[in-house]
């Protein structure tokens, strides 16, 4: 696996930067420029990559094609149910947890003085307090420092202030080790074990889940078993553009085809 051999040689930070070359806008990029460059002495060869640039990137900006890509690569596990809250419920005990993935922090929030979790993060942890307060689960904060992201406060660490202060509701773990999925499941594995966790409730967006609950079996299954896993997806809700406003490019639209993308290629590389 590519995530392997990196990692093996010490280049796991250049993940991000691997990433942002093999995701749209590069690629379609540099078929535009190849077509440019091309056009004087092969016009046809030229106009033709020119226009598979071009059109490549109005279709990886509009929503209709990004959450296809969705769909299509990723098919992520659906919603949890009321049903299975109820279960969770009625079987809560100190062997059951709610671990909660983070999806990125900001350095320095300067309307709050201090550091702040991203959007991602956010909504995760807010779901996953909810989950929490429908089930008496203890809840787990999994983030670190990312590949990429400038050194400060741990994520888990600003999830703890915020939950505590703001929800009122503090965490009973947080991992502040992990810099990226695979890190997130193994140590939140590793945590909870010690612990005597033998149920984890994983909270994390759709379009991520599928490469998480991957990460999480593996970790799970090198300690030996004896963790169930469930899935608690969000970001599932999806609003339907009307008209033709799903085929013009959005943010929204190229927002839903990079995540496809790049989990597609992290689920791919092993990552």
Avoid: C
Avoid at 253 to 271: I, N
């Amino acid at each position: 696996m590519l995530n392997d051999w990196l990692l093996q040689f010490g280049a796991a930070g250049w993940k991000p930067v691997l990433t942002a070359l093999l995701l749209p806008p590069v690629p379609l990029l540099v078929l535009v420029l190849l077509g440019a460059g091309v056009l004087r002495r092969r016009p046809a060869w030229g106009w033709l990559l020119l226009l598979v640039g071009a059109a490549g990137i109005w279709l990886s900006s509009t929503t209709a094609v990004g959450r296809w890509l969705q769909r299509q690569l990723l098919q992520p596990p659906p919603v949890l149910r009321l049903e299975q809250l109820q279960q969770a419920q009625t079987r809560r005990a100190p062997s059951s947890a709610i671990v909660v993935l983070g999806g990125g922090r900001e350095t320095h929030a300067p309307e709050y003085g201090a550091p702040n979790l991203s959007p991602y993060s956010m909504e995760r942890l807010r779901y996953g307090l909810w989950l929490a307060r429908e089930t008496a689960l203890p809840v787990a904060f999994s983030g670190g420092t990312g590949h990429g992201q400038v050194e400060g406060v741990a994520e888990a660490d600003v999830a703890a202030q915020i939950a505590s202060r703001e929800f009122g509701r503090p965490l009973k773990w947080t991992e502040s080790g992990s810099r990226d999925t695979r890190e997130n499941a193994a140590r939140s594995v590793a945590l909870l074990r010690a612990a005597g966790v033998t149920r984890i409730v994983l909270v994390t967006h759709a379009w991520h889940m599928p490469r998480s609950l991957r990460a999480f079996e593996q970790a799970v299954e090198r300690g030996g078993g004896g963790i169930t896993l469930l899935a608690a997806p969000l970001g599932l809700a999806r609003d339907t553009p009307a008209g033709a406003l799903p085929w013009l490019p959005s943010q929204a639209g190229f927002t839903d085809t990079r995540h496809a993308l790049r989990e597609y290629l992290g689920l791919l590389a092993g990552a």
